[in-house]
């Protein structure tokens, strides 16, 4: 583990090298495709290949969108990853590596990057062009979009005011927001030639540049009726949808235009089981290759068995597990006239104190885990072990719980209605909701409303602040402490479902953004988090060990902490089959 974070930790210090600082910089001369680089190169043919070159995997669920603007969710991103490729992206030892851009320079001022566009076409045989990336750009900035993602625009030129105008009253014309647009700074001066203008020194932007929202797309075929559909869609990767049988199975096939070395695989069937036993069973039938996670109850026997024991590893992940608590702080989401008990500070920090979380990843993650008492995870810098401001501790739980009873105006927490409890169905949540409840139950007599619901409705109804208290995760997007604060915390991000604002807080991060030396920016982030968990906005219980199943005869795995449902789901070209 040691040498796995250290390792992780040299390999941010090369990702933040290539945006900051003052100087001018480029990608190595001889820049290759992701196919071609040492990370992500199949491994080399192998004897044994077998005849039938079909991956069988399986996703938890159908994706609610193949579209990469709004996309947000893992049993989306788990596809996308296959079909799309942006500028950059992370190899198998998280630095940035060419892509899409064979070579960028950054200012000396690091705010304005160009990137050099390789000879690239799409699935349908269209050459990519910069246009589309300044179209891609446009519609996530865009407020008529909705994208989730969209706050990673923030530091471009331009995006705040249109980040500014989504959920804006009164809700400005489209008239303003083209305009608005029109200022977004991004350019394409030819064809090959890319620039985005920042209106900050963002350190950390070329890392965020290889998420999927800023993969090119061409604007004739995603406002074509039926774009995401499997007879439509156009991707830029190395994969291209052949089928999607809702609710049932996709399946990929090699992109004939890929820019990369073209993949081994001939097939990739990913099944959709709602419930983690069914992949389970599944795996254990010889139906799918591999399985991440294996279903916690089955660990133990999975690890005993001889057959499957060699199969099994354990993995870990740049994610953390953890549970909101609905803060109450954004206008737009108000849906009560009054807000319920966990606005009230010393309400959350004694739902905190009460959990035992070490028995909770016992019971519920069959131990595996590493105890989370902030947000950025192990091996990024402005991870901070020392913050623990509200350990296990019953006595003291009461004693904050008696404060809030009294701020709230109320003499017992049986007079609290039942919390909303909301968590999505199907996914083994339902045993880590009931440790929860009961623990509150016992300590202070709280009763809870667990509402479970579709993976999709749960999305929107967490969004939306339809919850008191609802199940959350997060698994980092690039590796970088900026990916896991702001958004996720910051006053009226797009995936702040905590409802959570510190203004002080804000101002931390957008300091730490503009900070070039590392070791101080580390330190900036740092002293936000210990802003942010003063205020116990949420929950955080264990960062990610993942325990995977993998069948002998699937070759050229190249794993990562950052896979979410499939190993290996950042670099499936790399994949063989052998023979068995």
């Known amino acids: 583990m040691q040498k796995r974070l250290l390792g992780i930790l040299a390999s ?14 480029s990608a190595p001369a001889e820049s290759t495709a992701p196919g071609e680089s040492a990370a992500a190169t199949p491994a080399p043919p192998d004897s044994n290949l ?8 399986d996703i938890s669920g159908e994706p609610p969108t193949l579209d990469p603007s709004p996309a947000q969710d893992s049993n989306s991103l788990t596809v996308l990853r296959a079909l799309h490729r942006p500028l950059v992206y992370i190899n198998e030892n998280l630095e940035i590596v060419p892509s899409l851009a064979e070579s960028w320079d950054v200012s000396d001022d690091a705010q304005t990057l160009t990137f050099h566009l390789r000879d690239a076409k799409y699935s349908n045989g269209d050459q990519i062009v910069a246009g589309d990336l300044v179209y891609s750009f446009r519609r996530l900035a865009d407020p008529r979009t909705a994208a989730p993602y969209s706050y990673v625009a923030l530091e471009i030129e331009g995006g705040p005011e249109l980040l500014g105008m989504a959920g804006a009253d009164p809700a400005p014309s489209d008239a303003d927001i083209d305009a608005a647009l029109d200022n977004l700074g991004v350019a394409a001066p030819d064809d090959r030639t890319f620039v ?35 007879a439509n869609y156009v991707s830029s990767g190395p994969f291209v949808l052949d089928t ?12 004939p235009n890929w820019y990369g070395e073209a993949p081994t695989l001939a097939e990739i069937h990913m099944s959709m089981s709602p419930e983690p036993a069914q992949a389970q069973a599944a795996y254990e039938a010889g139906e799918i290759d591999m399985i991440l996670p294996v279903p916690t109850e089955d660990v133990p026997r999975v690890k005993d068995d001889p057959v499957f024991g060699p199969e099994y590893s354990e993995v870990a992940q740049l994610a953390i597990t953890y549970y909101n608590f609905n803060n109450f702080a954004d206008p737009a989401k108000q849906r009560y006239d009054n807000p319920g008990p966990t606005k009230n500070k010393n309400f959350r920090i004694a739902l905190v104190e009460s959990i035992d979380k070490v028995a909770f990843q016992n019971a519920t993650f069959a131990g595996l885990g590493i105890i989370a008492n902030t947000f950025v995870m192990p091996g990024i810098p402005g991870y901070d072990e020392t913050i623990d401001p509200y350990p296990y501790n019953p006595d003291s739980a009461q004693e904050h719980m008696a404060l809030a009873l009294s701020e709230l105006g109320l003499s017992s927490a049986a007079e609290i209605p039942p919390l909303k409890f909301g968590f999505n169905t199907g996914a083994g949540h339902e045993p880590r909701v009931a440790f929860m409840a009961e623990a509150w139950r016992q300590a202070f007599g709280l009763e809870t409303d667990q509402i479970g619901s579709d993976f999709s409705v749960f999305l929107t109804q967490r969004t939306a602040g339809d919850y008191d208290i609802s199940r959350n995760g997060w698994g980092a997007d690039y590796p970088h402490a900026n990916n896991q604060l702001s958004g996720l915390f910051t006053c009226g991000g797009g995936n702040n479902d905590s409802q959570y604002c510190n203004e002080q807080f804000d101002a931390l991060l957008v300091q730490a953004a ?26 955080p219980l264990r960062f990610g060990v993942t325990p995977v199943l993998i069948k002998p005869y699937v070759s050229g795995l190249i794993q990562t902490p950052m896979d979410s449902q499939v190993p290996g789901e950042h670099f499936y070209e ?6 068995h």
């Open 12 to 25: 941010i210090a090369v990702i933040a090298a290539a945006c900051g600082g003052a100087t001018t910089s």
């Open 50 to 57: 077998a005849a039938d070159q079909i991956l069988y995997v």
């Open 196 to 230: 985005v203008t920042l209106n900050t020194p963002a350190t950390y932007f070329l890392s965020a540049l290889s998420l999927w929202v800023f993969v090119p797309l061409q604007e004739s075929w995603i406002t074509s009726p039926g774009a995401t559909e499997a």
């Open 244 to 255: 999607w049988n809702h609710n049932s199975e996709i399946i990929l096939k090699p992109n």
């Open 514 to 539: 503009a900070e070039p030396d590392q070791d101080v920016q580390a330190d900036l982030y740092k002293q936000a988090q210990r802003l942010m968990m003063d205020d116990a906005p949420f929950l």
């Open 574 to 579: 790399s994949i063989q089959i052998l023979e």
